[in-house]
């Protein structure tokens, strides 16, 4: 036996910077405020996916798909023989790790283009922006959902056997995927170390997410008109930086409407409720609007050409199914997708002095006035600290 260099260099980069890419798209899962750290990893792990197929081919000896072309009565087989603590040693894959390798590849795959697609169905972002409506998005949701727990089971169920293995051959193959180095018989195929590949793969990462976090962060929020705001001092610029699509705009209803109160998007309530609206303005919330029938009328098609009913964003979307068809709210804190929402918003976040009511949307949401209501584009401002005040200046007697 003798030290034998077994995994090239590429190989145990790939190796690493998918787990580390895996875990980090799954801890940032649920977190709006991640969202551009989650999307990056998904496309990471799809063009490390990429390589390794193409890798199965080009790469050294145990890297390649023919030295570990098992199949699933074969694993089988080798873990009823690992039950019994006889199972051989394998210097590269065994059959039951490498149907692991297998169906971690094949996961990672459906994992990221369900990402991709839900994100441009979901958010209407990214490069699959519109293939899909809200609607049809759902199905490919789910399966990115579920694809994700059965990759976290596969990957569970892989460190186990990596653990036995170990233990039962009294060697640590964790290590081995660090160093690319184990002990072999004279004669086995020797990898070369291939660095100029695991360089250049190196360098095709770090200038994705150069490119990634310059161009996907910094420069589109620097052209949004609520970050210029809050570079003004106002408010709190958001932990994540997607934004929503340019919606469509009207000044005499912004102008109308933004004369008594901050705007409200027609993308957040159905189209009869706006309807219901203008035909009772006068007795809107105990004031009488007052507009004559042409201004009735072109604001009324604004909000009805753009309201939940269109699907233009994704709340308009989950609003105008969250409304019972027989119900025409008139307030949109009323909606029961509003509610699920916010239900959760501590009471203190409510008495904020940056927010104080619930029609408040611009204090937590950037993009309110867009329209667009972007996830990422939320966040619930810090109350201000208290100033301190200042002691009282020392009188002396007359």
Known sequence: MQRTLIWDLPTRLFHW???SSFAIAWLTSDGDRWRSIHVFFGYLMLGLVVFRLVWGFAGSHFSRFSSFWFGPKEAIDYLKLVATGHAPRHVGHNPTGSMAIYILLVMAAVVSVTGIIT?????QQGIAAGWFSFAQIQVLKNIHNLGAIVMLLVVAGHITGVVVESVMHKENLARSMVTGFKEAQAGTPVAQSHKLVAGIMLLAMLGFAGWWFTYAIDRTIDNQKWHIKLESGIGEEPHVKFVGKQLADNKLWRDECGACHAVFYPALLPARSWTKMMAEQDQHFGSDLGFDKATTDEILKFM?????????????????????KEATPLRITETPYWVDKHHEIAAADWANPLVK?????AACH?????????????HIPKAPKPVASAPAAATSKP
């Open 304 to 324: 009805v050409d753009n309201s939940a009913d269109k699907h233009l964003v994704e709340a308009a979307f989950k609003i105008e199914q969250s409304v019972p």
């Open 357 to 361: 009511t619930k029609n408040n949307c």
């Open 17 to 19: 910077t998918l787990a």
């Open 119 to 123: 994100l441009g169905g979901d958010e």
């Open 366 to 378: 950037a993009d309110a006035d867009d329209g667009t209501f972007e996830d990422a584009a939320m």
